[in-house]
C-alpha cells in the first residue's frame, strides 16, 4: 500500500500507485516506495510548497501521464528504473526546480521548469530522450555525470531563454533541432551530434565553441558554416565532418574514425601534449 501525509514520508513495499484526478496541497509532500508508479491525473501544489518522488525509498519505475505542476518549490524524481513520461506536462510556473533521476532509458515530453532543471543518473547511466515536444529552462539546465540529454530532431525544442547550460554529461543532438538562446558550456561536458532523417546538415546547431564534441552518426554529414573551436577532444566516429574551408582549433586530440574533408583549411593544435589518431 502507499500513503500520502503532508510532512511525512509516505511508504509502500507493494502495488502500484495511480493517482488519476485531484489536487495535492500540503507543505511536503513525499511518496516512497520501491515498485512502480503511476500518475496519471493532475498533482498541483500551492506556491513554495514541494513534492518528492523517491525520496529515501526509490520506485522501480516511474511512469507519467498526466500533469504535475509545483509553483514555486521543489519537485524531485527519483527511481532505480526508468522515468516514463508519456503525455500531460511536468512543470514549475514561477520559481521553483525540478531534478530527475532514473536509469536506463528514460523519455520526457513537456517539460517547463522555471528555476532549473537537473538530469542525474542512479546508479548507471541514463539517457533522458525528448523527442518531438519542448524542454524549457528559464534558469539553469545542467546535465550530471552519467547523464545523456538526447533531443529527437526537427520538431525538438530546447528553449534555455534568460537561462545557463552546465554540462557535466553528454548532450546529444541530431543537427536540426531548435535550440532557443543557448549558449554551449565550453569548459566540460560532451556535445555528441548522432544525425538523423535532417542529414546532410550545414553549420551546428549547438554553436562553434565546445569542451568535448563528437560526430557519431553513420552515413550522415555535417558541413561547417564557420570556424570551429573545441578545447578538448575533437571526435569522428561515424559519418563525414566537411570543414568548408573554416578553421578548427583544438585544445585536446584529434580522432578520425571516418571521414574529415578539409576544403583547404586550417587546423591549429593549441594545446599542450595533444594526440592525432587517423587523419
Known amino acids: 500500500a502507499v500513503y500520502i501525509y503532508p510532512d511525512y514520508n509516505s511508504t509502500g513495499s507493494d502495488g ?8 495535492v496541497k500540503a507543505t511536503n509532500t513525499y511518496i516512497d ?9 493532475m498533482v498541483i501544489l500551492d506556491a513554495s510548497q514541494n513534492f518528492y518522488i523517491g525520496n529515501t525509498t526509490k520506485p522501480s519505475s516511474i511512469g507519467i501521464s498526466g500533469n504535475i505542476t509545483v509553483p514555486n518549490g521543489v519537485l ?5 528504473g526508468a522515468i516514463t513520461q508519456s503525455a500531460g506536462t511536468i512543470s514549475t510556473t514561477s520559481g521553483g526546480t525540478i531534478t530527475l533521476e532514473s536509469e536506463n532509458a528514460s523519455t520526457l515530453q513537456t517539460v517547463t521548469s522555471a528555476a532549473g532543471l537537473t538530469l542525474n543518473k542512479n546508479s548507471s547511466a541514463v539517457v533522458y530522450t525528448v ?3 519542448t524542454l524549457t529552462v528559464p534558469g539553469a539546465l545542467t546535465i550530471n555525470a552519467g547523464a545523456t540529454l538526447a533531443l529527437g530532431g526537427s520538431d525538438t525544442t530546447l ?3 534568460s537561462g545557463s547550460f552546465d554540462n557535466k554529461g553528454i548532450l546529444q543532438i541530431e543537427g536540426d533541432e531548435i535550440l532557443t538562446a543557448f549558449t554551449n558550456d565550453t569548459g ?9 532523417a535532417g542529414s546532410p546538415y550545414t553549420g551546428l546547431k549547438a554553436g562553434n565553441n565546445y569542451y568535448n564534441l563528437t560526430f557519431d552518426g553513420s552515413g550522415k554529414s555535417w558541413t561547417l558554416n564557420a570556424a570551429l573551436d573545441v578545447n578538448n577532444n575533437l571526435t569522428i566516429t561515424a559519418g563525414t565532418l566537411s570543414a568548408a574551408g573554416y578553421q578548427i582549433n583544438i585544445g585536446g586530440s584529434w580522432t578520425n574514425s571516418a571521414i574529415f574533408t578539409s576544403g583547404s583549411n586550417t587546423v591549429v593544435f593549441d594545446g599542450t601534449s595533444q594526440k592525432i589518431f587517423g587523419a
Do not use: C, D, P, R
Open 76 to 80: 524531485s524524481i527519483a527511481s532505480t
Open 159 to 161: 528553449n534555455n531563454t
Open 33 to 41: 516506495m520501491s515498485t512502480a508508479l503511476t500518475i496519471t491525473g
Open 131 to 133: 523527442n518531438g515536444s
Open 188 to 196: 566540460e561536458g560532451l556535445v555528441k551530434y548522432v544525425g538523423g
Open 16 to 23: 502500484v500507485f495511480t493517482m488519476t484526478s485531484g489536487t
